[in-house]
């Protein structure tokens, strides 16, 4: 931890910077005890620090500088990175931090096992059911800590979503208090998550856009230490605005889009993100016919909704011949597509699937599409 510091106060003493300045900047009331190495600086804090003083260096040299303040740090410290780095998309320091977390102490390998977890989720590594067993497998052992109790109520959340259980969301939510947590970040992060999931079914289940609204405007309030949680809220307000302003719903996923490629793009979830949202950002864009604007069409379903839009003979026979790939790869065809078949044949019948099949899948948000057709 000397070296670090070392290096800090070295590019402080280059570019001529008081500790008071410095200290006044980052909000930090221990600055001189920290550099001395007399007090451990907060992880928080030190990332303040490394964009204050060593904003001259390149994006590796301050990944490195990071990385040697987490193999340095204490417990706390490597708690808090770990949902920093789960936030803002570095996987290299992440998976530094879990394995780190994991030799801690027996509490502290729970919370990796999590997290490692999560991650798996993230990038599509693991089903729904294997997920929500291989969390279960982890409550049923010794489970004291009041933020062991809250990672997994959160991975109830996740599961729940994954699964289409809003109503179950809006009922675990309740009891889920961030606050026994001593690490401020550490209690504003995993509210955010929470309150992720509370507004998508506030959306989806309770079509309650006021309540869900309100949500995402306080998700919106915090940094870009929270990154993912941004994008989650700003997706979900571009989402909101979808069938009655195509100017916020456009500017919300634009914004979404432009945060995501700000973030590190070094891991599998990244792109996982950016493709959702480039879906969902086409999805808007064709819901209001707007074929001019820049479309990505990086999938099957897109390009589907696109050829409609556009609805030459030829381009509709293109879009059923995909439908119908689609069909033989899946084995069925989800709500949104059962919509698109209804628009290429005409047959209401379609659209009665597709609103019957949202709304099994708990989703009366998007259900209101097909239903404005009947």
């Given at each position: 931890?000397?070296?670090?510091?070392?290096?800090?106060?070295?590019?402080?003493?280059?570019?001529?910077?008081?500790?008071?300045?410095?200290?006044?900047?980052?909000?930090?009331?221990?600055?001189?005890?920290?550099?001395?190495?007399?007090?451990?600086?907060?992880?928080?804090?030190?990332?303040?620090?490394?964009?204050?003083?060593?904003?001259?260096?390149?994006?590796?040299?301050?990944?490195?500088?990071?990385?040697?303040?987490?193999?340095?740090?204490?417990d706390e410290n490597v708690r808090v990175a770990l949902e920093w780095c789960s936030q803002t998309g570095n996987s290299e320091l992440k998976n530094i931090a879990i394995k780190k977390c994991k030799k801690i102490n027996p509490h502290h390998k729970q919370i990796a096992d999590i997290y490692d977890l999560f991650d798996r989720r993230n990038e599509s590594r693991i089903n729904r059911i294997d997920f929500n067993r291989e969390m279960d497998e982890i409550r049923n052992s010794t489970v004291s800590r009041s933020e062991t109790k809250l990672l997994l109520n959160i991975g109830k959340l996740y599961y729940y979503s994954d699964s289409g259980n809003y109503r179950g969301i809006l009922d675990e939510e309740s009891y889920m208090d961030p606050n026994v947590l001593r690490s401020e970040y550490l209690a504003t992060s995993l509210r955010l998550r929470i309150l992720e999931r509370k507004a998508t079914a506030l959306i989806k289940y309770e079509n309650n856009l006021?309540?869900?609204?309100?949500?995402?405007?306080?998700?919106?309030?915090?940094?870009?230490?929270?990154?993912?949680?941004?994008?989650?809220?700003?997706?979900?307000?571009?989402?909101?605005?979808?069938?009655?302003?195509?100017?916020l719903s456009a500017g919300f996923i634009r914004k979404a889009i432009k945060l995501?490629?700000?973030?590190?793009?070094?891991?599998?979830?990244?792109?996982?993100?950016?493709?959702?949202?480039?879906?969902?950002?086409?999805?808007?864009?064709?819901?209001?016919?707007?074929?001019?604007?820049?479309?990505?069409?990086?999938?099957?379903?897109?390009?589907?909704?696109?050829?409609?839009?556009?609805?030459?003979?030829?381009?509709?026979?293109?879009?059923?011949?995909?439908?119908?790939?689609?069909?033989?790869e899946n084995g069925k065809l989800t709500p949104f597509q059962l919509y698109y078949k209804a628009l290429i044949t005409g047959e209401k019948h379609y659209l009665i699937k597709s609103q019957r099949e949202f709304h099994r899948a708990g989703d009366f948000f998007y259900s209101q599409i097909p239903s404005k057709l009947l």
């Open positions: 931890m000397k070296e670090v510091m070392s290096e800090i106060k070295n590019e402080m003493d280059k570019k001529d910077m008081k500790q008071k300045y410095v200290a006044d900047k980052i909000k930090c009331k221990n600055l001189s005890n920290n550099l001395n190495g007399k007090e451990q600086m907060g992880f928080i804090m030190f990332i303040r620090l490394v964009e204050t003083v060593c904003d001259h260096y390149t994006e590796n040299k301050k990944r490195n500088l990071i990385k040697r303040f987490i193999l340095a740090s204490r006021v309540q869900a609204t309100k949500i995402l405007e306080e998700i919106l309030q915090k940094g870009d230490d929270f990154a993912f949680s941004l994008i989650n809220a700003l997706s979900l307000m571009s989402e909101v605005h979808l069938m009655k302003d195509f100017d995501c490629e700000k973030i590190s793009q070094d891991n599998k979830r990244y792109l996982l993100q950016k493709r959702q949202l480039e879906s969902t950002h086409d999805f808007i864009m064709l819901y209001h016919c707007r074929l001019n604007e820049e479309l990505y069409l990086n999938s099957k379903p897109e390009l589907i909704h696109f050829l409609i839009r556009r609805g030459s003979e030829e381009d509709l026979a293109r879009a059923t011949s995909l439908l119908k790939e689609l069909e033989t």
